[in-house]
Nanobody
Framework: QLTIVESGGGLVQSGGSLRLSCATS????????IGWFRQAPGKEREGISC????????NYAASVKGRFTTSKDTAKATVYLQMNNVKPEDAGVYYC????????????????????WGQGTQVSVSS
């Protein structure tokens, strides 16, 4: 059974940093893309990053490129999202999802190919 659990959310000051974790079990990270998504109240779920099974393919949404970094620790079966220079518009529920594929899609769309999801972790930003 594929299981995904996000953690690390909380309240962060604008301009600050936060690191989210995506712990996985029941499948190998070496055959799945892992994507990070977020959803603010009243808005659609936005894809913000994708890391390929070997880690050599990384996509970022324009809204977070240069500020957020995705990495993985295969031994710990965990993927991380390092959030730097956080802005108020980064607030929302952050989700992690898995897609069985060897490279990341050009567009990280929440309704395309992501078969397993975590429950999300809340990120709030104070200005």
């Amino acid at each position: 059974q594929l299981t995904i659990v996000e953690s690390g959310g909380g309240l962060v000051q604008s301009g600050g940093s936060l690191r989210l974790s995506c712990a996985t079990s029941g499948f190998g990270l070496d055959t799945y893309n892992i994507g990070w998504f977020r959803q603010a109240p009243g808005k659609e779920r936005e894809g913000i990053s994708c890391i390929s099974p070997k880690g050599g393919w990384l996509n970022y949404a324009a809204s977070v490129k240069g500020r957020f970094t995705t990495s993985k620790d295969t031994a710990k079966a965990t993927v991380y999202l390092q959030m730097n220079n956080v802005k108020p518009e980064d607030a929302g529920v952050y989700y992690c999802a898995a897609m069985k594929h060897y490279w990341c899609p050009a567009t990280i769309a929440a309704n395309f190919g992501w078969t397993s999801w975590g429950q999300g972790t809340q990120v709030s930003v104070s200005s």
